[in-house]
């Protein structure tokens, strides 16, 4: 999480901890493929930090949402199997999750020293999390002819790209670089990066401490790889985050690295958080998935909930544990000893 912590106006505060310790209700979804194995490791961290915790198992594909609703997190391994046809789960339990949590940001830090491929990596991308085409608007006409249609539109309001651009500039305060990139494509999405563009160059006219640049998605996409350090907080639209994360993680160690927070931020239902990597079926139960991602998400989680020393014995512990390799229960060994 790169020392990442969500302090200042970012989130609504966690509810005050009476006389020491609360025991934090936290939702576990392992999901499928290798997503329930690097949870086991997020867990086993977790409990290395002596942080009180009731852990609230969910099945994959269950509906209980009212119940999720009451936990103050959620910690969710992958969702993906190939048994299913694409999109069920996808649809059906994470893209549920966020969108009816209101799930609006989500935050994907990434960090990484000097590498063949560039000078290192020092960034968070905030990616808008309930709009754009995500959204789920579109259909068919005539399906299964000839002459079949499939239309799939972009959903982009005022008040979501708002909040979004505000949480990012937030956050660039609360950065030493104070510098916000917006990542769209606007050259050829001229209704919805219009209206991102604008609302962006308003509301950075309320910024005047944290400067800004503009950069299409596809520049955007060599620069991160060849020239990273030109990134502070990148906000983006749905779409372009889910791909400019992966590439994100890849340019800074590798996704099974890379963390995310999917955030409530005015915390009026519990928040998620998940590794950005999917469920890697091909690779489940080798004992050769990477728990970092899901251990760092882990930590985020734990700061999310104002566990603040403990999230940051965790991330001191992954950034200790660079050259450690082994099973993917070795890798959480190691790190749990050294929290
Ligand atoms: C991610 C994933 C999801 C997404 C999938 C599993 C629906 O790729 O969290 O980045 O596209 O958002
Ligand atoms: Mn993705």
Known sequence: MGGFSFSGNLTKKP???QEGTVTHRIGIIGGDGI???????????IDATGVAYEAVPFDLGDGELAEIRTLDAALLGAVG??????????????????????????????????????DGVDCVVVRENTEGVYAGEGGFLRKGTPNEVATQGSVNTRLGVERCVRFAFELARSRERRHVTLVHKTNVLTFAG???QRTFEEVAGEYADVTTAYHHVDAACIHLVQDPGRYDVIVTDNLFGDILTD?????????GRAASANLNPARTGPSLFEPVHGSAPDIAGTGHADPRAAIISGAMLLDFLGETEAAARVEKAVAASDDVGGTTSEIGDHIAERV
């Open 81 to 118: 199997t190939p048994d299913v046809p694409p999109g069920v789960l996808e649809r059906g339990l994470l893209l549920r999750l966020r969108f009816e949590l209101d799930l609006y940001i989500n935050l994907r830090p990434f960090q990484a020293g000097p590498s063949a491929l560039n």
């Open 194 to 196: 219009d209206l991102w």
């Open 15 to 17: 509810p005050q901890e």
């Open 247 to 255: 590439l994100g993680g890849a340019v800074s160690g590798g996704i």
């Open 35 to 45: 997503g329930p194995e690097v949870v086991a490791e997020a867990l086993k961290v």
